[in-house]
């Protein structure tokens, strides 16, 4: 049963993600850049990343639901503070700061970094692992983009 202390426990785990689209940057950018044959059009990006930032929301918030905040492994928040941290720069680096080297650093941290999540999650909930699987995938397909984008734009 969702009680209404849980849901706000969700929506603290939810909307930190979100966050770098309050930016108020350029994300016309993007059209101007050559892009590789296999990237898709804009509207994957809103789609994918909100089903991400959803199911990532849920993983952390199983997390916390069983364990309590003070009770989680210092790795684990760690290992999520630095995967946040890569994954909201990306927005600042490539579209505020338009440098699409700095960007392919942002992604490849944010798949690294994701793996570990990964890991340090399943050590604490296998169960919850399974909401980072669409994180892992969409981290390593904006990692081999991101790597495509700067070369062929260098």
Do not use: H
């Amino acid at each position: 049963m969702i009680t209404i202390k849980n849901f706000f426990i969700f929506l603290i785990c939810l909307i930190p993600w979100f966050l770098t689209s309050l930016l108020p940057v350029d994300y016309n950018f993007y059209d101007t850049i050559d892009l590789p044959f296999f990237a898709p059009p804009n509207i994957f990006y809103a789609i994918a990343w909100t089903i991400t930032y959803i199911c990532i929301a849920i993983s952390i918030y199983k997390i916390v639901i069983n364990y309590k905040w003070n009770n989680i492994p210092k790795e684990y928040k760690r290992t999520l503070l630095v995967n946040y941290l890569f994954n909201q720069s990306f927005t600042i680096v490539f579209f505020l700061l338009k440098n699409l080297f700095l960007g392919f650093v942002s992604c490849l941290g944010t798949f690294i970094s994701t793996l570990y999540l990964y890991e340090e999650t399943n050590e604490l909930d296998k169960k919850s692992t399974k909401y980072l699987n669409p994180y892992v995938l969409l981290s390593l397909f904006a990692t081999i983009l991101s790597l495509t984008i700067y070369i062929i734009n260098s």
